[in-house]
């Protein structure tokens, strides 16, 4: 499957930012979805996923701030990021996961988010 996300950008602390992640070539339908980010000088981790039926599943300092959502007709997910703050910049990657497999396989480019004033 390959993926592309975009939507990132330079918003103020206490703004708000929607990222899209593009899925093809395989049924969507079949991909536990997840967002990760990495930010400057430190490793990458896990943001949020979504199962194909709907369920959810965030990291502590994103919960209740970021939603994941996903559309299964148009194969797309998405993060909304509300209340954002500095320390949520980053590089933002979109990421499938095969239903039965433990592991995200497939990543797409990354987009920048950068929370600044």
């Known amino acids: 499957v390959q993926l592309q996300a975009f939507g990132g950008g330079l918003v103020q602390p206490g703004g708000s930012l929607r990222l899209s992640c593009a899925a093809s070539?395989?049924?969507?339908?079949?991909?536990?979805m997840g967002w990760f980010r990495q930010a400057p000088g430190k490793d990458r981790v896990f943001v949020a996923a979504?199962?194909?039926?709907?369920?959810?599943y965030y990291a502590g300092p994103v919960k209740g701030r970021f939603t994941i959502s996903r559309d299964n007709v148009q194969n797309t997910v998405y993060l909304q990021m509300n209340s954002l703050k500095p320390e949520d910049t980053a590089v933002y990657y979109c990421?499938?996961?095969?239903?039965?497999?433990?592991?995200?396989?497939?990543w797409g480019q990354g987009t920048l988010v950068t929370v600044s004033s």
């Open positions: 990421a499938a996961r095969p239903i039965n497999y433990m592991t995200y396989n497939y």
């Open positions: 070539g395989r049924t969507f339908n079949n991909y536990i």
């Open positions: 979504i199962w194909s039926g709907g369920s959810t």
